[in-house]
Each structure stands twice: as C-alpha cells, then as structure tokens.
C-alpha cells in the first residue's frame, strides 16, 4: 500500500482528495493536514465523510509528513507549496501540487502571472501532469504540477488536433464555464449565494493566470508560439465546467477527419470519452468524475472548428487528475481509485 498525505486537505480539491483516496485500492491514507482545523476531525468539517474518514486534521511539520507518506499532495493556495517543495524532495517524497507553483518550465512565466518564485530551480525538473499527453514524462517525475481546471477542459480537445496540424494556432479561441466551487472555499464576495444566484458573468477576460499556462502547452506542442484568447465565466451551479473552443481550421476537413485524429489520439487512454454529432458534452454527465467528455461541430462555410468539453472542476479538474498523476508515478493501473459509476441524472 502506498502511504499518502494531504497538505490543506479541508479545501474543496482537497476534501476530494480524501473521498478518493480513502477508496483508492492501493492506497492507505495516512495523514491530513489543514491549518485552520488543526485537531478537528475531517467528518466534522465534511460531514458526508462520516462513517467513511474519521482522520483527525494535523498541523503541517516536514518532519511528520516525510514520516507518515511516500507521496504528498499539495492542496494549497500558489505561493505555499513553493516553501515545502523542496524539503519534501530532499526527504525522497514524490509530490502532486495542485497550485500553480510547479506548472510552469519557465520561470519568467510563471513570475509574470503569480509571484516571485522561490524554488525555481525545480521548474526544469518539474512535469506538467496533463496525464493523457505526457503520460510517459509523469512515470518518470518526482515532481507534478497538476494543471488547472481550466487548461484542462481546453487543452484536451485542442492538442491532437494541433499536433495533427489541422488547426491554425493563430486563430484559438477559448470560451469557459465554470461552477462557483472553481474559487475555493475561502470566503469571497464575488461567490456568496446572492453574488451568484440566477447571475452569468465573464471575468478576467484575456487576463485570467490560466492563461500564460495554456499558452506554455500549446506551444509546446504546436512547435509555435500560441497565444489563446481565453474568457471565463462564472455559472451558478456549485461544480462542473463547460468549454468551448473555436478555432480555424488549417486545410479542409471532413467530420471523419476531425473525430479520427480525437479517437486515434485517445485511444488508450480512458478517461477522455469522444461524443457523438447528435450528443454535445454536458457538465452534468462528468459530475463527480474523472472523464473529460469531448465533441465537436465543423462549420465548413466559416472552415472553422468547434470543440465542446465537459470536465467536473473538482476531479479532473484537480483531485482526480491528481491521483491519475499518482498512479502513473507509481506504476498503478492508470484508473486505480478513479472509476465510479456517472451519476445518471
């Protein structure tokens, strides 16, 4: 059994954290950490874990945490994990970041979006977790910056057909929803109820810090300089993201074209489900999953692609992705702890 910890286990990825990994079949939960309920049982800050988790919530020490686990998942806000990092490696710990601190290859970028970096050092050694594209890198890596909700509902759809060269990157065009739990759980006037009940806005149009991430993955797998137009929106529902991609096409293609390179490229991997013309993706169809549902629609009079995506926000958005991570670093069954049944309705 592999020993695992959660740092800030009382935030939204990280209480998802927990629910799945206290069912992963290879994996003894071992330790919790959360500042502000130090001392407190999990299944009183979550009651839904009642019965099922009654791990009492630790202080963060690196000498507890190297003690209690092989592998430590960071659910920390960006700037914190940046601190602890660096010990933990030294103490030979692999490591799941869920924050922006380890997403980045390049240091600059990472700095203009966030903050100064104080372990940039690791960024080269670092591998960006988006496990149905650089699977084979995580296998190797100590160190994982899982990526963002909303990279990953875009750049899944996006990367096969770039690398298949059917796209213009100078065209891209990312339009994202969101759920309110995308936020965290620290109180923000922006998310009360009555901020977001039967309200639909835009924020942080062509400036969100998903942005410069988005842009870093798409170049690289382009061979191009990519600078995607990104607009997020908030939606009043609690968890799920919905995105839709535009995007100009390169030379003419059929519907076959398109829906052959999504299968082909996702073939093995089992957590990306190609939809059917008929059956756009729908937020609530992932709800609680870690699939990532894809469809598409060719407009040939505009020769423009669009891509549909629907992830749930909290797992293959964040903890899901992250213990998908996990199990390619351990040589798991890539599914392992990941594969419950779709709500229905």
């Not at 924020?203 to 410069?212: C, E, G, L």
């Amino acid at each position: 059994m592999i020993k695992a910890a959660v740092v800030g286990a009382t935030g939204y990825a990280g209480a998802e954290l927990v629910r799945i990994l206290a069912g992963h079949p290879d994996v003894d939960l071992a330790m919790i950490t959360s500042r502000q309920y130090a001392g407190e049982r999990i299944d009183a800050v979550y009651p839904a874990l009642a019965g099922q988790v009654d791990l009492v919530c630790e202080t963060y020490t690196i000498e507890k945490v190297a003690a209690a686990a092989e592998v430590v998942f960071m659910a920390l806000p960006h700037k914190l994990p940046m601190a602890f990092v660096p010990d933990l490696l030294a103490a030979g710990k692999k490591i799941v970041d869920l924050s922006a601190d380890f997403r980045f290859q390049s240091v600059a970028a990472y700095e203009a979006a966030y903050q100064p970096h104080a372990a940039g050092e690791l960024l080269a050694e670092s591998v960006y977790g988006l496990c149905e594209v650089y699977a084979e890198q995580i296998k190797a890596a100590r160190l994982i910056g899982n990526p963002g909700c909303y990279p990953t509902s875009v750049l899944l759809p996006l990367v096969p057909l770039l690398k298949g060269g059917w796209l213009d990157p100078a065209t891209l065009i990312a339009d994202s929803k969101s759920g309110v739990s995308g936020a965290g759980r620290s109180l923000s006037l922006t998310t009360h109820f009555c901020e977001v009940h039967e309200s639909f806005k835009a924020y942080k149009v062509a400036q969100h810090r998903h942005n410069p991430e988005m842009n870093e993955v798409l170049s690289d797998v382009s061979d191009a300089t990519v600078h995607i137009t990104f607009v997020p929106h908030l939606v009043p529902m609690s968890r799920g993201m919905q995105t839709t991609v535009y995007a100009n096409l390169k030379r003419a293609a059929s519907p076959d074209d398109i829906r052959t390179c999504l299968e082909t490229f996702y073939s093995d991997r089992p957590f990306v489900r190609i939809h059917p013309d008929h059956q756009p993706p729908d937020s609530a169809h992932v709800r609680g999953t870690n699939f990532c549902d894809i469809g598409f629609r060719l407009d040939p009079a505009a020769k423009r692609l669009v891509l549909l995506s629907a992830i749930d926000n909290l797992v293959k958005g964040a903890a899901g992705q992250a213990v998908q991570n996990m199990n390619l670093m351990f040589g798991l069954d890539e599914t392992a702890g990941l594969w419950p049944v779709p709500y229905p309705i």
